[in-house]
């Protein structure tokens, strides 16, 4: 038995807490009732493994929650959609994440928008908005700046394939982005080719 506390207090803690609260639990435990395991479950716990435990099982466990992350983390890199995180809905995480989802709607336009001014509007620290994005989403705070911006100008092209609206410099600036070539050039590293190439369908 913990002192002062027992694991499931001790979940509840860590997962309230904004700078700790992504951290996976795994909870090792000889006996639990199915209400406390379900319990422990809503308060965030990962997984569950029952002394005697094994250590080749408990390290191919972790592994997996962390390849699992990796992998919602590559996919949200060029999606930007906060639900390919598999993030639960009550979740401190996913609250962060949603506030951070609504501030960048709100500002990407504006090409002065940046680390510093992310991290003012969401109220917190910028070191520990890079550190929750870092484990979160995988990417750094002026890469998700920059990874938002090019996934709404990947819209705006691919919608502009048709009506020819705007051309790709005017695209560059509607994002956010004051100089169309440093665009494209972010865009042919995200996304493997230049941006005029997609508009044109190839």
Do not use: W
């Amino acid at each position: 038995m913990m002192p002062a506390m027992n694991g499931l207090e001790f979940s509840q803690k860590v997962k309230e807490n904004l700078s700790a609260s992504h951290i996976p639990i795994i909870m090792l435990t000889a006996k639990i009732s199915m209400k406390k395991k379900i319990e422990s479950y809503k308060i965030g716990v990962d997984e569950y493994i029952s002394k005697p435990f094994d250590e080749e099982l408990l390290l191919l466990m972790i592994e997996n929650i962390l390849k699992s992350q990796q992998k919602h983390q590559k996919e949200f890199q060029f999606s930007m959609d906060v639900e390919v995180l598999q993030i639960d809905e009550e979740s401190k995480d996913k609250k962060f994440l949603d506030k951070v989802m609504r501030v960048i709607e709100e500002n990407y336009k504006d090409p002065e928008f940046e680390v510093p001014d992310f991290a003012l509007a969401i109220g917190i620290s910028r070191t520990l908005l890079n550190r929750k994005l870092q484990k979160l989403t995988g990417q750094s705070t002026g890469q998700f700046i920059r990874n938002y911006r090019l996934s709404l100008g990947k819209e705006l092209i691919l919608r502009n394939r048709m009506t020819r609206n705007m051309n790709i410099s005017e695209i560059a600036y509607e994002v956010g982005f004051n100089d169309p070539k440093y665009f494209a050039k972010c865009f042919q590293k995200h996304y493997g080719l230049l941006p005029s190439v997609m508009l044109e369908g190839s």
